[in-house]
């Protein structure tokens, strides 16, 4: 018989018709007539009740299989689709047979049924998906993924698979994984030498330095310069020694280039981008939603709506920093022309000055990317960060220098090597247009989604200082 999901059934009729669910037992009660079971396949939120009825009688056989049918179990139910007597249920199964498929003994299984913290869960991270929470968050992310391939498809953007394995750092902080098959446990006394200190990389795999890639923005150029509307989404790598609840070394990165576009209309793109998200997860998951607004932050469907409905600010960080400085004694990091906006700050910007989603441009360029465009003040570059109330920022993006002697001179005072970004260079050296582009970290956006608190909890296994189990 054909195995019919979970969250099909939950909005079938019940017409008594044959079904069979494959699941695992989240709960088992019983009564002095009847036992229950609620049996959940992650294919939705919501369980299904299957009845067993003693006094219709019960095969011996079943009765042997409820026995190993414990919390955690996996099993096979045949049964009849039959209207539910109970309430918050329209549906559930008179169960015709059972097989307990896998067994998950109650003396050793990790998830019993009560209240798991999320630290204790992130230790049993192989099984943590079978809660309720982090269910939910797992059906988020593949949702948001699939609505970010729609959002660009839709739009005529190209999708881009940029490589893991870089000789180039994007952006130029050093704060990378090096790639090496030498012999880093001997390297001392045999890893080959070019000098008296220098490793001979010439005799390593790809014969130069290599790391994990921090970003795939800058081989996306490649292709914005030829098929002019692409977008990149895939795993990137900063070896960062940050322990908070906003890092991990390892996370997926969303990043379109558009050529033949200038700081406003990328602006106006990352803005359409935020509110599609925002919407299709109020709108395609609102059971798993319904969840987080009441058991992981209250008030959140509001906040999304209210982002949604918002008409963006947008100031530049001169006007920014005048609105914090206005306030100066509020804050652990006190704000000046030339500082980093932090967290602190973010938040202050929307949720008390303007009271709603804001776009801070024209960044000092000391604190900004060699490839972002100067403006004529030759202070600033067209750099646009996209803040959001509860989180901050959540975008991060600029119009790209696009004149081959200004890049080569934002290279050169950066003290990177032109040599090692030659063909970054050739795209301004051969048919250069105006181009932008613009960042958004995975899972920076279902922290937001969410309402959790921990970035750790929004990726199936996160990678962070000294934590790469599983």
Same mark, same amino acid.
């Given at each position: 018989?054909?195995?019919?999901?979970?969250?099909?059934?939950?909005?079938?009729?019940?017409?008594?018709?044959?079904?069979?669910?494959?699941?695992?037992?989240?709960?088992?009660?019983?009564?002095?007539?009847?036992?229950?079971?609620?049996?959940?396949?992650?294919?939705?939120?919501?369980?299904?009740?299957?009845?067993?009825?003693?006094?219709?009688?019960?095969?011996?056989?079943?009765?042997?299989?409820?026995?190993?049918?414990?919390?955690?179990?996996?099993?096979?139910?045949?049964?009849?689709?039959?209207?539910?007597?109970?309430?918050?249920?329209?549906?559930?199964?008179?169960?015709?047979?059972?097989?307990?498929?896998?067994?998950?003994?109650?003396?050793?299984?990790?998830?019993?049924?009560?209240?798991?913290?999320?630290?204790?869960?992130?230790?049993?991270?192989?099984?943590?998906?079978?809660?309720?929470?982090?269910?939910?968050?797992?059906?988020?992310?593949?949702?948001?993924?699939?609505?970010?391939?729609?959002?660009?498809?839709?739009?005529?953007?190209?999708?881009?698979?940029?490589?893991?394995?870089?000789?180039?750092?994007?952006?130029?902080?050093?704060?990378?994984?090096?790639?090496?098959?030498?012999?880093?446990?001997?390297?001392?006394?045999?890893?080959?030498?070019?000098?008296?200190?220098?490793?001979?990389?010439?005799?390593?795999?790809?014969?130069?330095?290599?790391?994990?890639?921090?970003?795939?923005?800058?081989?996306?150029?490649?292709?914005?310069?030829?098929?002019?509307?692409?977008?990149?989404?895939?795993?990137?790598?900063?070896?960062?020694?940050?322990?908070?609840?906003?890092?991990?070394?390892?996370?997926?990165?969303?990043?379109?280039?558009?050529?033949?576009?200038?700081?406003?209309?990328?602006?106006?793109?990352?803005?359409?981008?935020?509110?599609?998200?925002?919407?299709?997860?109020?709108?395609?998951?609102?059971?798993?939603?319904?969840?987080?607004?009441?058991?992981?932050?209250?008030?959140?469907?509001?906040?999304?709506?209210?982002? %949604?409905?918002?008409?963006?600010?947008? !100031?530049?960080?001169? @006007?920014?920093? $005048?609105? *914090? +400085? /206005?306030?100066?004694?509020?804050?652990?990091?006190?704000?000046?022309?030339?500082?980093?906006?932090?967290?602190?700050?973010?938040?202050?910007?929307?949720?008390?000055?303007?009271?709603?989603?804001?776009?801070?441009?024209?960044?000092?360029?000391?604190?900004?990317?060699?490839?972002?465009?100067?403006?004529?003040?030759?202070?600033?570059?067209?750099?646009?960060?996209?803040? %959001?109330?509860?989180?901050?920022?959540? !975008?991060?993006?600029? @119009?790209?220098? $696009?004149? *081959? +002697? /200004?890049?080569?001179?934002?290279?050169?005072?950066?003290?990177?090597?032109?040599?090692?970004?030659?063909?970054?260079?050739?795209?301004?050296?051969?048919?250069?247009?105006?181009?932008?582009?613009?960042?958004?970290?995975?899972?920076?956006?279902?922290?937001?989604?969410?309402?959790?608190?921990?970035?750790?909890?929004?990726?199936?296994?996160?990678?962070?200082?000294?934590?790469?189990?599983?």
């Amino acid at each position: 018989m054909k195995t019919t999901l979970i969250k099909e059934i939950l909005v079938s009729q019940p017409d008594g018709r044959d079904v069979t669910v494959h699941g695992w037992v989240r709960t088992k009660r019983e009564t002095k007539n009847l036992i229950f079971l609620q049996i959940n396949d992650g294919s939705c939120f919501a369980s299904i009740q299957v009845t067993l009825d003693r006094d219709a009688g019960i095969d011996p056989a079943i009765l042997d299989e409820l026995k190993k049918a414990t919390t955690g179990a996996s099993v096979r139910v045949n049964g009849k689709l039959v209207e539910s007597p109970a309430s918050g249920q329209a549906v559930e199964i008179q169960a015709l047979s059972l097989t307990v498929l896998g067994e998950a003994p109650a003396e050793t299984y990790p998830l019993q049924k009560k209240n798991h913290s999320f630290e204790f869960l992130r230790e049993n991270a192989h099984l943590r998906a079978r809660t309720n929470t982090f269910g939910a968050i797992a059906r988020m992310r593949s949702q948001m993924a699939y609505a970010v391939h729609v959002f660009f498809q839709e739009r005529g953007f190209h999708y881009v698979h940029t490589p893991i394995i870089t000789a180039s750092d994007c952006e130029g902080a050093g704060e990378m994984f090096q790639v090496t098959t030498l012999d880093l446990g001997g390297l001392a006394r045999s890893t080959p030498k070019s000098g008296e200190d220098a490793v001979d990389f010439s005799r390593d795999f790809f014969g130069k330095p290599a790391n994990l890639t921090v970003s795939g923005q800058l081989e996306a150029e490649t292709y914005a310069t030829a098929v002019s509307r692409v977008y990149t989404f895939g795993p990137t790598f900063r070896a960062e020694n940050s322990n908070t609840t906003r890092h991990l070394a390892e996370f997926w990165m969303i990043e379109p280039e558009i050529a033949f576009c200038d700081i406003t209309e990328n602006m106006n793109v990352a803005e359409e981008f935020i509110k599609f998200l925002l919407t299709w997860a109020l709108e395609k998951c609102a059971e798993d939603m319904a969840f987080f607004d009441a058991r992981i932050q209250p008030g959140l469907i509001e906040t999304l709506k209210k982002v %949604v409905s918002s008409n963006f600010v947008r !100031i530049t960080y001169t @006007e920014a920093i $005048e609105q *914090l +400085e /206005k306030n100066a004694t509020a804050f652990e990091f006190k704000p000046f022309w030339g500082c980093d906006l932090q967290s602190e700050h973010e938040k202050y910007l929307t949720e008390i000055v303007y009271k709603g989603p804001v776009i801070v441009t024209d960044y000092p360029r000391e604190i900004k990317a060699f490839y972002m465009k100067l403006n004529d003040d030759g202070k600033t570059v067209r750099a646009m960060d996209m803040l %959001v109330p509860g989180l901050g920022e959540i !975008i991060g993006g600029s @119009e790209r220098e $696009e004149n *081959l +002697e /200004k890049l080569e001179k934002r290279i050169t005072d950066m003290n990177l090597d032109p040599d090692d970004y030659w063909w970054y260079l050739d795209l301004r050296r051969y048919g250069s247009v105006p181009h932008a582009g613009f960042g958004l970290g995975f899972e920076r956006l279902l922290l937001y989604i969410t309402g959790m608190g921990n970035i750790r909890d929004v990726i199936p296994f996160p990678r962070a200082p000294k934590l790469a189990d599983f």
